[in-house]
């Protein structure tokens, strides 16, 4: 887990992180009633997604969630 308590430099560290991973996508899985999440994501660049299209098979946690997609190649 990567915590970040500056808001300039979350998207940064993030980032940085991901990339430093030799990640290609980041997903995230939030709570539909995340919604100050849901605006920061979209602001950096991710968009949501159907669950339908995630890359990989995933199980949900019993809620309703929303899936946001951030390609980073």
């Known amino acids: 887990m990567i915590q970040v308590y500056d808001d300039r430099y979350r998207k940064e560290v993030i980032l940085d992180f991901a990339k430093n991973q030799s990640l290609s996508i980041i997903i995230l899985d939030t709570p539909s009633k995340a919604n100050r999440s849901h605006s920061f994501y979209k602001k ?26 951030l390609d980073l190649r």
């Open 44 to 69: 950096v660049g991710f968009k949501q997604i159907p669950k339908e299209a995630l890359p990989i098979p995933y199980e949900y946690p019993d809620r309703d969630s929303l899936i946001f997609r």
